[in-house]
């Protein structure tokens, strides 16, 4: 491997420490490297917090090596005011005089101004190492800037006749298809996205919380298609573990229901396509990453309208017979993995 994708490489392992966190912002990686040795390394913080080249710069003891070092970073540094000043500003002020980045940021804010800044300074900036696996690592962010919209991951679980829900239920909670443990992978991925959405039919039929439960992490905005208002606000999508955003034709009756802090209610058009129009909702709201988690008619709907760039479907080791069918597609397998005696297999969208 050549030195620069070694590093961008260590750059790409520490960005995503920040999973589930920094999001709007992108989990960038950071490492400063003097005479072949890392001094300092860091990841972007929580959003609103420091960027990945401020942690690692912050993280190097003696700042006089900074003047000989080179920095690594998998994204362009950034060049404007946010809710932090410029990355490329404290690059050059501290004088580091090499700069390696994975790829471009294709936010419009910085497109190539960091570049621009730092070699207006003096710095040399070389552009480009590994930079398919960068633009992978933020596939969520160049996703939300490029296409104006989440990226989409859809999941599901269905039994080995290819059903995900059995066709009658007696009580309102959920029929597990999967194991434990992959109920439990399934929390961390929550934890690790933005937000959650689910039909009407899935609240009435499990009524679940769509919480991070199994796992450590914070929940994912939970939103949630209630077309006419019928869902009871005893669901559980109603109590205060997370905020809760109800997509609904009948937004103006929110002024009865007494929405509280964690509450809000968002019109839906009847007369636009339904994925097309979730994904201008959420963009609008500053979302990045969606997991659709059902229920079928909802997840087809996404497929249909070709608004999907990830599907995670588990298959179990039961049998329904009949029931609900699982959502149907093409796509390209990424990975095939074994939990006990349940299968996950992951598609892409081409």
Same mark, same amino acid.
């Given at each position: 491997m050549?030195i620069?994708e070694k590093y961008?490489n260590r750059c790409?392992?520490i960005g995503e420490?920040g999973l589930?966190?920094?999001?709007?912002?992108?989990?960038v990686?950071?490492?400063i490297?003097h005479?072949?040795?890392?001094i300092g390394?860091?990841?972007?913080?929580?959003?609103g917090?420091?960027?990945?080249?401020?942690?690692a710069?912050h993280?190097?003891?003696?700042?006089?090596?900074?003047?000989?070092?080179?920095l690594?970073?998998t994204l362009?540094?950034c060049?404007h005011? $946010?809710k932090? /000043?410029p990355c490329?500003d @404290?690059?050059?002020k501290? #004088?580091? +005089?090499k700069?390696?980045i994975?790829?471009?940021?294709?936010?419009p804010?910085?497109?190539g101004k960091g570049?621009a800044?730092l070699e207006?300074?003096g710095?040399r900036?070389t552009?480009?190492?590994?930079e398919?696996?960068?633009?992978?690592?933020?596939?969520?962010?160049?996703?939300f800037?490029?296409?104006?919209r989440p990226y989409?991951?859809?999941?599901w679980?269905?039994?080995?006749d290819?059903?995900?829900?059995?066709k009658?239920?007696?009580k309102?909670?959920?029929?597990w298809?999967t194991?434990?443990?992959?109920?439990q992978?399934?929390?961390k991925?929550?934890a690790?996205?933005?937000?959650?959405?689910?039909?009407?039919?899935?609240v009435?039929e499990?009524?679940?919380?769509l919480t991070v439960r199994?796992?450590t $992490?914070r929940n /994912?905005?939970?939103?949630? @298609?209630?077309?006419k208002l #019928?869902l +009871?606000q005893?669901?559980n999508?109603?109590?205060?573990?997370?905020e809760?955003?109800?997509?609904?034709?009948?937004?103006?009756k929110n002024?009865?229901l007494n929405p509280?802090?964690n509450l809000?209610?968002?019109?839906?058009?009847?007369?636009?396509s339904i994925?097309?129009?979730i994904?201008?909702i959420l963009?609008?709201?500053?979302i990045n990453?969606v997991i659709?988690e059902?229920g079928?008619?909802t997840?087809?709907?996404f497929?249909?309208?070709n608004?999907?760039?990830e599907?995670r479907?588990f298959t179990?080791?039961n049998?329904f017979?009949t029931?609900?069918?699982?959502?149907?597609f093409?796509?390209?397998?990424?990975?095939?993995?074994?939990?006990l005696?349940d299968?996950?297999?992951i598609?892409?969208?081409?």
């Amino acid at each position: 491997m050549k030195i620069h994708e070694k590093y961008i490489n260590r750059c790409i392992q520490i960005g995503e420490n920040g999973l589930g966190t920094t999001a709007p912002n992108p989990m960038v990686g950071s490492v400063i490297v003097h005479e072949h040795c890392i001094i300092g390394e860091g990841f972007t913080s929580p959003f609103g917090g420091n960027h990945a080249e401020v942690n690692a710069i912050h993280s190097v003891k003696d700042k006089a090596l900074l003047k000989n070092a080179t920095l690594y970073v998998t994204l362009e540094p950034c060049s404007h005011f $946010g809710k932090t /000043p410029p990355c490329s500003d @404290l690059i050059i002020k501290h #004088k580091i +005089p090499k700069v390696v980045i994975g790829c471009l940021d294709e936010n419009p804010q910085v497109a190539g101004k960091g570049i621009a800044n730092l070699e207006a300074a003096g710095c040399r900036v070389t552009v480009g190492i590994l930079e398919a696996e960068c633009k992978q690592h933020h596939k969520r962010f160049f996703t939300f800037h490029n296409k104006k919209r989440p990226y989409v991951i859809l999941k599901w679980a269905e039994t080995q006749d290819g059903f995900i829900a059995p066709k009658h239920k007696e009580k309102q909670e959920p029929v597990w298809i999967t194991n434990p443990y992959s109920r439990q992978l399934v929390h961390k991925w929550r934890a690790q996205e933005q937000a959650i959405l689910v039909g009407t039919n899935t609240v009435w039929e499990d009524n679940p919380s769509l919480t991070v439960r199994d796992w450590t $992490g914070r929940n /994912p905005l939970r939103f949630v @298609l209630d077309q006419k208002l #019928k869902l +009871p606000q005893t669901a559980n999508i109603y109590n205060r573990d997370a905020e809760t955003l109800i997509i609904t034709s009948e937004a103006s009756k929110n002024k009865t229901l007494n929405p509280d802090w964690n509450l809000k209610y968002i019109n839906w058009n009847l007369k636009h396509s339904i994925a097309k129009q979730i994904c201008s909702i959420l963009f609008k709201n500053n979302i990045n990453s969606v997991i659709i988690e059902g229920g079928a008619q909802t997840l087809q709907n996404f497929i249909n309208e070709n608004l999907w760039d990830e599907a995670r479907v588990f298959t179990g080791t039961n049998r329904f017979g009949t029931g609900v069918a699982a959502p149907q597609f093409s796509a390209e397998l990424i990975s095939e993995t074994q939990l006990l005696n349940d299968t996950l297999i992951i598609y892409a969208n081409n």
